[in-house]
């Protein structure tokens, strides 16, 4: 099981109430999903750059990781 830690973020007020809205409750989890799929699109981006095939990057890097990159 993978070791969560408390943060404190500052955001603005109204991308704060569209996300916590947009979480179905779990902010928590939203955030999670969010950051995880950013860390993946950079990824793909960095191996596509050295591949030259951006579409394949993000399909192998959703394979390995089981994350849906749009």
């Known amino acids: ?11 603005p007020a109204d991308l704060l109430a569209w996300a916590k809205g947009a979480s179905s409750g779990n902010f928590s989890a939203y955030v999670e999903r969010a950051l995880r799929a950013q860390a993946l699109s950079e990824a793909s981006q960095a191996v596509a750059q050295w591949r030259g095939d951006a579409t394949a990057a993000i399909e192998e890097l959703a394979d390995v990781f089981g994350e849906e990159v749009a």
């Open 1 to 11: 099981m993978t070791m969560k830690e408390r943060v404190t973020v500052s955001i």
